[in-house]
C-alpha cells in the first residue's frame, strides 16, 4: 500500500467515524481529495486506492492534470475549489463537474455566458462568507438568498448547495451550523464545509463534502507551482 492509499484510509476511517458519532448515514458524507500543487502521479495513486472525488484549486493546474485520465477514469469527478476570476470560467467549465466557487455576480454572468458558449451545464455551490471577514471571498451571510435566487432565475446556474471556510480562529462549528441552517432553508441538498483540521466538526454539523488535502498527499510545494 502506498503511502497516498494509507492515508487515504485514515481520512476515511475518520469520516466514517465522524458520520456515525453524529448518528448519520453511512455513507453520507463524501471526500473531496484536494490535489493542489501535486502532480498528476499523485492523483493517479489515489485513483488507484479507489478515490474518484477530487479538487483543484487552480483551474490552468488541473487542466494539466484530469483531462488525460478521465478516459481511463469515467467516473471520475472533478471540482473545482479556489478563487475563481471571470477570465477563466470558460476554462472551469470545460474541466470541472462541479464549481465550489460561486461568489460573485460578474461570475454567474460569466458562467452562464460560458456555459451556453459550450453547450454545456455544471452544477455549482454559492460560496457564503460564513465570518463576514473583508479579506475573503465569498457572498455576505446577509445576501445568501438573494445570490442563490439570482443565479438561478437569471443566470439558469444549476445550484446544488453551498461552500463555507469559516474563520481561522475560534470554533468553526457555529459558522457550520448556520451554514447547514441555511442549506435546509433554501432546500440546499450540498453542503460542502471542513477541511483537514475542522471536517470532523463539520461532520457533526451537517456536512455532506469535506474537502482534504495536505493529509492524503502531504505538504504542498507552492514554489514548484
Known sequence: MTAIAENLRRILDRIADATARANRPEGSVRLVAVS???PAEAVIEALAAGQLLFGENRVQEAAGKFPDL????????????????TN???????????????????LAQSLARAEQKLGLKRKYLVQVNVGDEDQKSGIPRAETADFLRA??????????????IPPAEGDPRPH???????????????????????????????ATHVRVGT???????????
Request: overall charge negative; some cysteine.
Open 36 to 38: 493542489k500543487t501535486h
Open 70 to 85: 478521465r478516459p481511463a477514469h469515467p467516473a471520475m469527478r472533478l471540482h473545482v475549489i479556489g478563487g475563481l476570476q
Open 88 to 106: 477563466k470560467a470558460e476554462d472551469a467549465v470545460k474541466i470541472a463537474d462541479v464549481i465550489e466557487s460561486l461568489d460573485r455576480p460578474k
Open 151 to 164: 443565479c438561478r432565475e437569471e443566470h439558469g446556474l444549476n445550484v446544488t448547495g453551498l461552500m463555507c
Open 176 to 206: 457550520f451550523a448556520w451554514l447547514a441552517e441555511q442549506g435546509a432553508k433554501l432546500g440546499l441538498p450540498i453542503l460542502s464545509m471542513g477541511m483537514s483540521g475542522d471536517f470532523e466538526a463539520a461532520i457533526a454539523e451537517g
Open 215 to 225: 493529509a492524503i498527499f502531504g505538504h504542498r510545494d507552492y514554489g514548484a507551482s
